[in-house]
């Protein structure tokens, strides 16, 4: 097994993205092909935040061009805000091996995972910032910054100016008795958010209510255009299926997504060794390595030993190197999908559920993280249980066509009307507003909360 070490196209100094630089290698879709999908109201509430904004300038940071919802975000919602007259830009920053293995131990302990934030992983952290912020990592005056993730929070420290607003946005599953249950690792974090104006969560019961400082909910998103995402033929998904030798005749389950150790992988094996004792059918796992994630190069090796005597189990390790190709794939393998499965254990958010849904699939996820905005038993979506309980509920959607249509259907008309890029870059450009205009002061709101979404208690959520 090979990892690729073949990144996107980046300028030296990590960026991106930048009309500024001449340096706008990728594109989206007219504002008008997008109000065909939402309608022109969203798209009215969207021209009048950005028409405020218009000639802002915006940086977004972030550890990865390669692999991740983060990323995957920025590659359509760059573009889009530039057309919208806000002059965004797109940056990664760059660390070597130590530093990676440190942020991602880091962001395992927010999760919940056992360990202790040892000192040499602080000094290794604020080492590896530091330097990069001592080579002019910033080269412009900018009016706005969003950071993404523990990876870069830090950075804050070292570069925010008093005239600018920096955000720092979570996606990840942290709760705060991870923080609680680790002193350190809660001093530390909490220091890192002192020099922000505002942070970004996904949803409510993410949010760290002892930090001092404004937050905004804020759910992520999907370019229902990109090719991620897009209608494809039968014959590009076919030919996607023939090159890794699937049998596009016999059902197909699939899941995909980082190899990463709280995606559940190991749930949905079991699972589907249970339902392919009654029935036909194939599983694909899918997914790709990516260089913020020492961990996946493991994970992935694991996966590969304990499903080798499975004929039936495709593992596929799919290549980084051509963005559009690769996600050319991935839709092609959900679009060829009976049913898609997402039982984390930790998630973020989850934007292969996102996908899913807007493909009209069927999707059995866990009940976790924020996982329940997207899921409904029996509506949207079910609810991963036991693999025995779980296979009944795969034969049951394998069984009855018309039902797992149905519930195609729905998933895919709350992602329409929750989940897409127009309306949640309204979202940030307001959040973006507020602070600027200081209609919203970390001084005066410390305490504040503004959610973009509908607030609820997840274990209290009924269907309608």
Not at 38 to 49: A, D, N
Not at 80 to 102: D, M, P, Q, T
Not at 271 to 283: A, D
């Amino acid at each position: 097994m090979k990892k690729s070490t073949v990144t996107p196209p980046l300028l030296p100094d990590g960026t991106v993205y930048s009309q500024r630089k001449h340096f706008a290698p990728f594109i989206v879709p007219p504002l008008e092909a997008y109000a065909s999908i939402l309608g022109e109201e969203k798209i009215k509430r969207l021209q009048r935040i950005s028409n405020r904004l218009k000639g802002l300038k915006l940086l977004e940071l972030n550890s990865s061009a390669q692999g991740g919802g983060v990323a995957e975000m920025l590659y359509s919602s760059i573009p889009f805000l530039n057309s919208l007259g806000i002059e965004a830009e797109w940056k990664v920053i760059r660390g070597n091996e130590e530093y990676y293995e440190c942020t991602k131990a880091m962001h395992n302990l927010l999760q919940g995972k056992k360990g202790t934030f040892t000192s040499e992983m602080k000094q290794c952290y604020l080492e590896n910032l530091r330097d990069l912020a001592g080579s002019k990592f910033i080269d412009n005056k900018l009016d706005a910054v969003i950071v993404h993730d523990p990876q870069p929070m830090g950075l804050a420290s070292y570069l925010k100016q008093p005239e600018e607003v920096w955000l720092w946005r979570c996606h990840i599953d942290v709760e705060e008795e991870s923080l609680a249950a680790n002193p350190g690792l809660w001093e530390f974090m909490t220091g890192r958010t002192e020099p922000y104006d505002a942070a970004i969560f996904s949803a409510a019961h993410y949010i760290v209510s002892r930090w001092p400082l404004p937050k905004f909910i804020i759910p992520p998103f999907i370019d229902p255009l990109s090719e991620k995402n897009r209608e494809l033929s039968r014959t590009e998904i076919n030919e996607v299926l023939e090159k890794y030798q699937i049998d596009p005749e016999v059902p197909i389950i699939t899941q995909i997504g980082r190899f990463d150790p709280w995606k559940g992988i190991d749930r949905t094996v079991s699972t589907f060794r249970l339902v392919r004792n009654e029935r036909k059918c194939q599983l694909v796992l899918a997914g790709g390595l990516a260089v913020d994630d020492p961990e996946g190069e493991q994970i992935l090796a694991t996966i590969y030993e304990e499903t080798k005597h499975d004929d039936d189990i495709y593992v596929l390790n799919l290549q980084m190197e051509d963005r559009l190709k690769n996600w050319k794939e991935v839709n092609a393998l959900q679009r060829a999908a009976s049913v898609i499965m997402q039982p984390s254990t930790k998630e973020g958010f989850g934007l292969t559920i996102t996908e899913a849904l807007w493909k009209e699939k069927p999707v059995i996820a866990a009940d976790a993280g924020a996982i329940p905005l997207q899921i409904r038993e029996d509506d949207t979506g079910y609810f991963y249980e036991t693999p025995n309980l779980t296979a009944q509920k795969v034969l049951h959607l394998l069984k009855n066509h018309e039902a797992a249509r149905e519930i195609g259907k729905k998933g895919k008309r709350y992602v329409k009307g929750h989940f897409l890029l127009p309306d949640r870059i309204a979202d940030y450009l307001l959040a973006i507003d507020m602070l600027v205009s200081g209609m919203v002061n970390r001084e005066l709101h410390t305490d504040c909360i503004i959610s973009f979404h509908p607030w609820f208690k997840l274990s209290k959520r009924r269907t309608q």
